[in-house]
């Protein structure tokens, strides 16, 4: 073999050559450190396996760098390497050069696991999910059953949990460690603004807390109040074309088919909706929005929500979607809810058996929010993993909110542990503008943009969600990523390391070519 890299090799394993037998050291080295050489020589010589090569590559290079020696201070011959190098990619299944994966891959893997190995240091600490947190749970939950002297049977039912709900700041100040000017402040709120917390969903509340986040997004504190400013009129007030329809879009509807929810959100979009007495509505309304998508044969998709839709009746739920299936041109129907994690105990088999039926005929696809990982648990992991055998898919629409969720470490944390519940993160919507209420929650764009794209390389493609901002309609928020544009490539940014590459565009002139493929082998 000649002094001459093989014309073969890519040019990282040209480079890798360049870099050990450049200028430097060729005395022997200590005794010591030959020993060691030969026995990683011998090694990479004797197995057929790329591991052995690589540690010998991975000691010449450490020396080279670190102290000017040549191979040949260890008694390796430029031609024993060049025969090593082309056994690694020989024996690679993809001809992967040992140049490529030495010098390429594996200080990108571990710049990459350096990021990573910091978020896994502190998601268990920093965002605990109900899984981590479940031995606390437990205990929490045998003191609120005896506080609110709840049998297994009412724990264990949603009527009993509905029936248990607590919906006073005398009930919660029971149940929940709070400042006595907290308590103050929640009962000014809830004079005006409706407070209903399963006695589950109290249950993942941590005592001692300061601003759970659980509690953060079902107690209602004094902002809610105090926040200035002008309230823009209920959701879809200019939207709603008929009788309990809101429509953003031609193809899609919702059905706003009940006000109750078995908690209601800090942060609710509907807040105007929730009204002092539950209601589930007439018949006649159901029909009449019903009619309005019968008349309408460009709707395709429709989501039932609310409210919550998992709080209505197994029996009229199943009637919406009968009658949703008998339209011929609705192919997608959504049921909206957060009840998987409020009150899971809810997700009885006969709902189960009336999604698959429905699913059967048209896909279901169950829309549901959770923002923080604390709300799954391994009782609400198991009901979606119930549901998601009975639907489409499942689907998480988290909101973006101060404390709660604002920072990548509590973003990557809930959408990995959703997406290990059968859930898949979907969108993460800005908190909403319309309500002054909710100013306090909100969160800035810059924020929420930098959280989302940083997820890119460090978790999973399809455990990131896009980020929405809701104006009249659903609009992304996605950094631009396009740096730079010239005739023929674009400079693009890796969000994630703020690397910065270069992408060949497409040959324009090829493009706009139609004498392509089988059109032109055309007379």
Partial sequence: ????????????????????????????????????????????REANLTAPILDLFTFLSHQANEQQRRPEAFGIERATLEELAA???RIDEHMVSVGGRLTQARPIAAEANARVDAYLAEKDVLAPSGIELWDKILENQQRIK????????????????????????????????????????????????????????TSLIMPGTV??????????????????????????????????????????????ATNMCAMYCTHCLRIAHIGRKDQIYSREAYREALDYIRANPRIRDVLITGGDAFVLPNSMLKWLLEELDAIDHVKLKRLGTRVPVTVPMRVDEELLDI????NDIKP?????????????????????????????????????????????VKMWKLCETIQEAYVRPYYIFNCSYRNP????????????????????????????????????????????????????????????????VTYPDADPHLYANEDFAFAGYQD
């Fill in 364 to 408: 279901i696809r169950v829309v549901t929010q959770i923002n923080t990982a604390q709300e799954i648990t391994p009782i609400s992991r198991n009901t979606f993993r119930r549901i998601s055998k009975r639907c489409f898919t499942v689907l998480n629409q988290a909101v973006l909110l101060k404390g709660i969720n604002d920072s990548r």
């Fill in 211 to 256: 601003n759970d986040p659980v509690m953060l997004q079902s107690v209602p504190t004094g902002e809610m109040i105090d926040n200035a400013g002008i309230e823009i009129p209920p959701v879809a007030a200019d939207h709603s074309p008929a009788r309990l329809i809101d429509q953003f879009y031609p193809r899609v509807v919702t059905i706003k």
């Fill in 87 to 89: 056994k690694h990619q």
């Fill in 146 to 201: 005896q506080a609110l002297q709840m049998s297994d049977d009412d724990w264990n039912s949603f009527p009993g949990q509905i029936r248990h709900a607590v919906d006073s700041i005398e009930t919660l100040a029971d149940l929940v460690d709070l400042p006595e000017k907290a308590v103050a402040s929640i009962a000014r709120v809830t004079k005006q603004y409706r407070m209903r917390l399963t006695p589950y969903y």
């Fill in 355 to 358: 999604i698959e039926a429905s």
């Fill in 437 to 500: 209420q909710f100013t306090h929650f909100r969160v800035p764009l810059e924020v929420g943009r930098d959280i989302v794209e940083s997820m890119y390389g460090n978790i999973s493609g399809d455990a990131i969600p896009r980020y929405i901002a809701t104006a009249g309609g659903k609009i992304p928020l996605h950094r631009d990523n396009v740096m730079a544009v010239s005739d023929a490539s674009y400079t693009l940014r890796k969000p994630w390391s703020g690397q910065e």
């Fill in 1 to 44: 073999m000649t002094e001459q890299t093989p014309p073969a090799w890519d040019r990282y394993t040209a480079t890798l050559f360049d870099a050990l037998f450049g200028a430097g050291i060729a005395e022997p080295a200590a005794e010591t450190e030959r020993a060691q050489a030969a026995a990683l020589l011998n090694q990479a």
